[in-house]
């Protein structure tokens, strides 16, 4: 029989299926993001997260039959000083969130600043256009770079000083001074900010790249692009000296694309998995502003997190409420609670976690006017 | 736990097989569907107060996962990205695909409120007025947006199915 000639629910009936993976819903979770909206801020933990993590029957992380979870821990927003800026981007912070660095009046044009709050006071504001700090260790030692990537940055004692290595990048830094970034494009590593960078290895064709995370094993995580190839790939310098790509996991039947790291914590590397989704041909409506486009493919990015030990890699979940700052405790989602001085619908986003998943740093972006108004999350 | 959360986690632990079903056939992702229950029941949670001792809690319930289905495709989750050339698993179904997974595809491509709408009523049976009500909008409306996504999705299931070779919608 043709798919004309059946009837609606004839036609439909191959799609009566279940769920074709174990499920991920998680009670627990929901009644605590509930909660939150409830109250609208985050309060002491209820009670039933208290009787579920107890190990009652009920609740938990449905998918799995062990012990229920540890309650997520209780987060408290606190908006930070502004020194009489309209609009500050936060751009990094040290693993216990002590120190928070944000770049204000960031618009492209602007002459911006980099602004350094250390316990929720601002400690300096240096009139450095383009410059933003992106890590700090837990003693106030800052790196960064311009805009153009032309320079990378160490900040210390209130002054910021330019690295060794010309056209260069500075991305993170760990609690041994060890700072990872890009010289030339290439992924690269100064042992501590007085000394010269040391090229990282990479494979051969490797036409641009950069170190984005360190650990403080030393384990590093970073992008290359090879032989000028969209997407670009996620590449792991390990602490032994081994190093090599991450082998991409299957999702769905399909191989991912690519995979975007954005954080790494506790032997896990957070990011999302780049997944291609479908391809509309040239002639759509977006095919007239991409002169010699042929077509658009769409990806979609799915978060998931990747075990450096073992290779494992986890599908994640994605916030409930999707307006709110998020990130990952394990392999659970923790929303925060909004800037309690916003007055207007707004977007969140945690720009940088601590390394204890107890504190965040980030930033509004009101729905209308488009400022940034940093708010720092502390988390017990 | 008080008398209230423990109702909420009863009923909730007993719902969630029919909303993950349903969340699957609205959506047909697995962990998309379980991200569109864990929204709709986060919501449930804060509602529960007012809403677990009234009538229709199974409509409320639903309702809200079909308008986080509907909000979710309208915020849009999928990046676009320039590219120049057709990637390998890029297109239509592959020819000979089985009848699920072409019948998945043409519904991916008829707008989401005429997916919802298809999916209620010839799915989970609902009657016209059941699904006007979930998807908020007239009776009317939803005889239309079935016609309409029907001769849609029957038209792509025609093409992708037939043997020529211009058969990329």
């Known amino acids: ?380 | 736990m008080n008398p209230s959360d423990a109702d909420y986690v009863a009923y909730v632990q007993g719902r969630i097989p029919a909303l993950r079903r349903l969340a699957y056939h609205l959506c047909g992702d697995a962990h998309h569907a379980d991200d569109l229950v864990q929204e709709t029941i986060a919501k449930l949670y804060t509602a529960w107060s007012r809403i677990s001792a009234a009538d229709g809690l199974d409509q409320y319930t639903r309702t809200t996962l079909v308008r986080a289905f509907l909000d979710d495709r309208r915020r849009g989750w999928w990046r676009v990205r320039l590219f120049d050339a057709v990637p390998e698993h890029a297109g239509p179904p592959p020819s000979g695909a089985e009848d699920r997974v072409l019948l998945r595809a043409a519904l991916d491509k008829v707008p989401p409120r005429q997916q919802a709408v298809l999916v209620l009523r010839f799915l989970h049976d609902l009657p016209v007025a059941e699904v006007a009500r979930l998807v908020g909008c007239s009776e009317g409306t939803v005889k239309s947006q079935t016609a309409h996504g029907l001769a849609t999705m029957r038209r792509l299931l025609v093409t992708w199915s037939s043997p020529s070779p211009d058969r990329v919608p």
């Open chain 1, 1 to 380: 029989m043709s798919y004309l000639e059946k009837g609606p629910t004839e036609l439909f009936a191959p799609l009566d299926a279940e769920p074709d993976a174990p499920s991920r819903v998680d009670i627990v979770a929901a009644m605590a993001t509930g909660r939150r909206h409830k109250r609208g801020r985050v309060a002491a933990a209820g009670a039933a997260v208290v009787a579920l993590a107890g190990g009652t029957a009920i609740g938990g992380t449905l998918a799995f039959s062990g012990a229920a979870p540890e309650p997520l821990p209780d987060c408290v927003a606190v908006p930070l000083p502004m020194a009489g800026f309209s609009s500050i981007d936060v751009t990094g912070a040290d693993p216990s969130g002590r120190y928070i660095a944000g770049q204000a009046d960031p618009v492209w044009g602007q002459k911006s600043s980099v602004v350094v709050w250390r316990d929720h006071e601002i400690v300096d504001v240096l009139r450095r256009p383009g410059v933003l700090l992106s890590d700090f260790t837990s003693r106030g030692v800052g790196v960064g770079r311009d805009a153009e990537q032309r320079r990378a940055y160490v900040y210390r004692d209130g002054k910021l000083a330019t690295l060794d290595g010309g056209p260069a990048a500075a991305f993170a830094v760990n609690e041994d001074g060890v700072i990872v970034g890009s010289v030339g494009d290439r992924p690269a590593r100064w042992a501590a900010a007085g000394a010269a960078p040391t090229p990282l290895p990479v494979p051969s064709g490797v036409t641009r790249g950069a170190a984005t995370e360190i650990t403080d094993d030393g384990t590093i995580v970073g992008w290359l692009e090879i032989d000028d190839k969209f997407p670009r790939q996620a590449y792991l310098w390990r602490a032994d000296g081994t190093h090599g790509p991450l082998t991409l996991p299957t999702v769905d039947g399909e191989r991912a694309v690519g995979f975007e790291a954005e954080s790494i914590r506790d032997g896990w590397i957070y990011g999302q998995i780049r997944v291609l989704d479908k391809v509309v041909t040239a002639g759509g409506p977006s095919a007239s502003t991409a002169p010699g486009v042929t077509s658009l493919t769409a990806f979609k990015d799915l978060p998931f997190r990747y075990e450096v030990a073992t290779g494992r890699w986890d599908r994640l979940s994605r916030p409930a409420d999707r307006s709110r700052a998020f990130f990952y405790v394990g392999d659970r989602v923790l929303s925060l609670p909004p800037n309690p001085e916003a007055d207007e619908p707004t977007y969140y986003t945690a720009d940088t976690v601590g390394e204890d998943g107890r504190s965040a740093a980030g930033d509004d972006n009101a729905v209308s006017g488009g400022l940034f108004r940093p708010v720092s999350w502390q988390c017990e």
